[in-house]
């Protein structure tokens, strides 16, 4: 199991479709770019490479230029470190559903998972909640995200204030 495996992807895919159908996306260009917006997770610059791949794989299985553009265009700007904004309502579906599963208690395992995969320590895993985790739910772009980040931003707060309670006794006795 990585941070970054089938489950997140097969999350990932649910979330989006829901927050798709609830916001009124086009369901179907959410869905291909959910299921491959991480193909290439383990290049440099994992949303451009992984949008790459995804106009290869699209134009091989036969779908029109059109449908495939605004799946890449999804892809390239759904993650939080790619420099692409999100232009359409898909893109910015598909960036929520990827910043919700990096919040709340799967967000907490999937950090730990994470700084495990790198050999980062606890103090440097807080680090990334500080510089990442903690400032998503404030770059959600629609309002079902929102809704939804509430309490996973909240139990992400609370876990955050304890571990670092208990570090600092841990430093002081």
């Known amino acids: 199991m990585t ?33 491959l917006h991480d193909i290439a997770r383990d290049r440099p610059n994992h949303a451009i490479e992984s949008a790459k791949l995804a106009r290869k794989i699209l134009r091989r299985e036969g779908y029109d230029e059109k449908f495939i553009e605004e799946v890449v265009h999804c892809i ?59 400032k998503l739910k404030d770059m959600l772009y629609t309002r079902t995200a929102r809704e939804l980040a509430e309490d996973r931003h909240e139990f992400l707060v609370k876990f955050y204030e304890q571990i670092k309670k208990e570090l600092k006794f841990c430093e002081e006795i």
């Open 76 to 134: 390239e700007a759904h993650s939080f470190s790619s420099g692409v904004k999100p232009k359409t309502l898909e893109a910015k579906v598909l960036s929520d559903a990827d910043k919700l599963d990096a919040i709340g208690a799967i967000g907490i395992a999937r950090a730990f998972l994470f700084s495990g995969e790198k050999g980062r320590s606890i103090e440097e895993t807080l680090k990334h909640f500080e510089e990442k985790l903690l």
């Open 3 to 35: 941070s970054h495996d089938k489950g997140h992807v097969e999350r990932v895919v649910k979330l989006a479709v829901y927050i798709a159908e609830k916001e009124g996306a086009n369901v179907e260009v959410v869905r291909k770019s959910a299921e």
